[in-house]
């Protein structure tokens, strides 16, 4: 009865998402040639692909930022099992680009069914895998119904419970509980991660406590580093200048770093200024707010279109290309990081911790609950409470260069002391999947 409710739930609420669903479909260009992978229908020579592969592990990641931490589990994996083949799903058009990048030529990437029992028998059907890997907060029922019914074994890997979603789990954990319960193993962020999955309904010794694998899916990138260097010193933002970066920002966080900047050029003429929004669909809004600031707007995108000659006025960049951010924050000085001043959320603070910039975060930071323990403990950054003390902060930093150094050197160190979860985990899973 309770999952005949949940389906009725569940198409109701995908036939309320589907006009903003297909939307974003035409925005992105996404996944609207493979629109059939989400009914378990793939075209000929994917399901050729599929019928060749021997009872390969079937991982899936939503976005971007679970795609890393897939691709650091399937690392993993090999490294212990060179055997393994991998059918990787994921859900964003987004997540897909990067998804690209880290299957590999053996492996099979698909766009995850909808959560509707027909859909995910098909799917099952055509993969048929010895493995499921789920990543931080994937909860879909039936999938992990249907595949523990099959005697599948299934991994939460780098498991949490945000602050927003806790009650809601304890609330229905009557639901939930049966779920968890059929997980062969659990691997937990924290301490807290694991009380809020048990208060769920999650066994007690089906969870293990790992630590966050966002600390081994940090990785600097040299090549694109170099490559951002040499784009932002045609741009008057070489090495003799004082780079600061929004990263990943939301709507109203742009304008706040405007207004810093704007304030603090007219004492510090080396300041620069850099904006990576989360969206590069949003690249257009934030042209019209850098310019309504007064500034002239460099693109990256648009640089081999731009005739004009290389900037060197207060300008600001806007980094509208995808791929590219942990390049930026290794050229950054002090970095920003959105979703957590005007949005809830935060966006992944280990990445500019690592390369080495003095980071800012603001107050809303639930997503990252263990990391920002782990951060702040190690005085590896600052958090502000609001957009005033952002400016206070990024002004004092701005002035002080042996503050501002010391704080990305303690970043740095912070992230490398935490790394290993990874290795950890993939230890575990190794020795129960059967192929």
Not at 219 to 245: C, P, W, Y
Not at 248 to 277: F, M
Not at 314 to 341: C, P, Q, R, W
Request: hydrophobic share 40%; with cysteine.
């Amino acid at each position: 009865m309770r999952w005949s409710f949940y389906n009725l739930l569940f198409a109701l609420a995908y036939l309320a998402m589907l006009p903003q669903f297909l939307l974003r479909m035409r925005r992105r260009g996404g996944y609207r040639n493979r629109f059939g992978d989400r009914f378990g229908r793939y075209p000929d020579h994917v399901s050729e692909r599929l019928q060749r592969m021997k009872s390969p592990v079937w991982i899936h990641a939503v976005s971007v930022g679970e795609v890393y931490v897939a691709d650091q589990v399937m690392r993993a994996l090999r490294e212990r099992r060179p055997e393994l083949r991998f059918v990787f799903s994921t859900t964003s058009s987004t997540g897909w680009k990067e998804a690209e990048k880290v299957v590999g030529p053996e492996d099979v990437l698909i766009y995850n069914p909808l959560d509707f029992p027909a859909c995910v028998k098909r799917a099952l059907d055509a993969i048929r895998p010895c493995a499921f890997i789920l990543t931080e907060s994937e909860i879909w029922p039936n999938i992990i119904r249907s595949c523990h019914r099959r005697e599948v074994p299934l991994f939460l890997v780098n498991a949490r419970v945000s602050d927003r979603s806790a009650p809601g789990y304890r609330r229905l954990r009557f639901w939930f509980g049966p779920v968890l319960r059929m997980f062969t193993a659990i691997m937990a962020q924290s301490e807290t991660d694991k009380r809020r999955l048990v208060e769920a309904g999650a066994s007690p010794s089906g969870i293990e406590v790992t630590g966050s694998f966002k600390f081994d899916v940090a990785n600097r990138n040299m090549e694109k580093e170099q490559s951002v260097a040499a784009f932002l010193t045609r741009h008057d933002v070489g090495r003799d200048r004082i780079v600061l970066l929004g990263g990943s920002t939301w709507p109203g966080e742009d304008a706040v770093l405007l207004g810093i900047y704007k304030r603090l050029i007219q004492r510090h003429r080396e300041l620069r200024l850099v904006i990576v929004p989360r969206h590069f669909e949003k690249a257009d809004a934030v042209q019209a707010a850098i310019e309504k600031a007064g500034f002239v707007c460099v693109r990256k995108s648009r640089e081999v279109l731009d005739h004009r000659p290389p900037t060197t006025d207060h300008s600001v960049i806007l980094a509208d290309t995808t791929g590219e951010l942990m390049g930026f924050y290794g050229n950054a000085d002090l970095v920003f990081v959105g979703k957590s001043l005007c949005e809830h959320g935060a966006q992944n603070m280990i990445e500019p911790c690592l390369c080495g910039a003095a980071t800012l975060v603001g107050p809303n930071t639930e997503n990252f609950r263990p990391v920002m323990s782990d951060l702040l403990e190690s005085g590896a950054l600052i958090q502000v409470p609001d957009a005033e003390s952002l400016g206070r902060e990024v002004e004092r930093l701005v002035a002080d260069a042996e503050a501002r150094q010391a704080l990305g050197a303690r970043g740095v160190a912070a992230v490398l002391k935490r790394k290993g979860a990874v290795g950890r985990c993939a230890v575990a899973m190794a020795v129960q999947i059967n192929t």
